[in-house]
């Protein structure tokens, strides 16, 4: 299935609009990642623990979008947006949604 942020789809004509579809994913940083996390901070560099969280739950969201879109008979996804928020008083829960409109072309 084509997913795109486009609104269109180069060479591709849409039929048929179906609807809205998203999907979420929602992670949770523990006390471990939050330590190394912190120590990265102070000597710099990049937090990998809290990238491969973020890409997992990219994935997720995705895959999750993607999987309603199916089911409703849809051959591709356009304007997909993904939204990164943190849920809670310590920022430590984030929650990534994916939503789009899931089309038919031909």
């Known amino acids: 299935m084509l997913v795109t942020t486009t609104p269109t789809i180069e ?6 609009y179906i ?13 471990v990642k939050d330590f190394f996390a912190g120590i990265r901070d102070i000597v710099g560099g990049r937090a990998g623990a809290y990238e491969q969280g973020l890409r997992e739950a990219k994935s997720i969201a995705v895959r999750e979008m993607m999987d309603q879109a199916q089911r409703l008979g849809a051959t591709a996804i356009v304007g997909v947006d993904l939204d990164y928020q943190t849920i809670g008083n310590t920022n430590t829960i984030l929650m990534v949604s994916a939503n789009g409109t899931a089309v038919i072309t031909e």
Request: charged share 20%; no cysteine.
């Open 11 to 16: 060479g591709k004509k849409i039929v048929k």
């Open 19 to 31: 609807g809205l579809v998203n999907g979420e994913a929602v992670i949770g940083a523990n006390f």
